[in-house]
């Protein structure tokens, strides 16, 4: 099997709710926050690495230390000088988030500048993961740098995961962001939507839609996320697998509950093989980790899933 997984994208300064009127400080963002439950979840003998582009300031210095702290590996992590993190505050209401951003500087949107950094760090891996977000963040050319690096990877035979998750702010206009989307999804080996995003973006009246459509794009395996109404799996030629939602008495906070389940699947899925054990065991992940405050749960309130 496979010994080590990539994830490209962006780590933000994250700012989320505390005691009374005060915020504490974070770092997330969508395929870090995987690669960190990957990392939580996976044998000691496997790598787990981080491809973004960070600043020469404090907060970047801070950032990596933090990154380093948590097991993810940050040698192919770049630093550009005069940029810096990109920043978001976490609004909660009832459980539910929404977020305000602040990444005009973000060295992160520099990530595939450089053509032949990329390509080895890609090359030294066996899972790359990447994300909608990952795309909306670069420019026209840097997408497709990154995508034709994606494709020979596919080509070659490694996993390349790619969760659209789909943000219309990031993105200057639908049919663009449709476009990138499907584009990314031919590049991979593995998608893992949401179906609400699809539905609302792509039309799809239902799950086996959206399954349809991107099998139809050349995807190989499809994992199909759903919220409390669960998730479906269809891998190659096998007919598509419905796994139930764990049960959550109180949902605190649904920040990270895709991209939690994205890193526990990836990770019991990597050593086991099996699909829909995967699957239930990231739905109970996802389940615990909403059930607290915040993108990154610390691994010893995940314990019991071990």
Not at 89 to 117: N, Q
Not at 150 to 171: H, Q
Request: a negative charge; glycine letters at 8%; charged letters at 25%.
């Amino acid at each position: 099997m496979a010994d080590r997984l990539l994830s490209i994208g962006e780590c933000m300064v994250e700012l989320m709710q505390a005691e009374g009127d005060l915020l504490r400080k974070g770092y997330a963002g969508d395929t870090f926050n995987t690669a960190y439950y990957a990392r939580i979840f996976l044998p000691q003998d496997w790598s787990v690495d981080y491809l973004t582009a960070v600043g020469n300031d404090t907060v970047s210095d801070d950032m990596l230390a933090f990154i380093e702290s948590t097991g993810v590996g940050i040698n192919h992590i770049r630093r550009i000088e005069g940029r810096s993190p990109g920043l978001y505050m976490i609004h909660l209401k009832d459980g539910e988030r929404s977020f305000s951003y602040w990444r005009s500087v973000s060295a992160a949107k520099t990530l595939a500048d450089d053509a032949d950094h990329l390509r080895g760090a890609i090359d030294a891996s066996d899972i790359i993961v990447f994300s909608g977000i990952t795309l909306a963040i670069l420019a026209p050319t840097a997408v497709e740098t990154l995508l034709s690096e994606l494709r020979r990877a596919k080509a070659a035979g490694k996993t390349v995961v790619f969760d659209p998750n789909i943000r219309p702010r990031l993105w200057d206009d639908k049919g663009t962001m449709r476009d990138t989307i499907t584009a990314g999804a031919r590049a991979a080996s593995l998608v893992m939507p949401s179906f609400d995003d699809e539905a609302t973006h792509f039309g799809d009246a239902d799950v086996a839609a959206t399954i349809s459509r991107y099998s139809n794009l050349g995807v190989d395996n499809v994992v199909v996320k759903d919220g409390a109404a669960g998730v479906t799996l269809a891998f190659g030629d096998a007919a598509p697998v419905f796994v139930a939602s764990a049960k959550v008495d109180k949902i605190v906070d649904t920040t990270s509950a895709g991209d939690s389940f994205n890193g526990a699947f990836l990770a019991h899925y990597a050593v086991n093989g099996d699909a829909q054990s995967a699957a239930k065991f990231a739905a109970a992940t996802a389940a615990a980790v909403i059930q607290h405050h915040g993108a990154l749960v610390a691994k010893d309130k995940l314990e019991c899933l071990r």
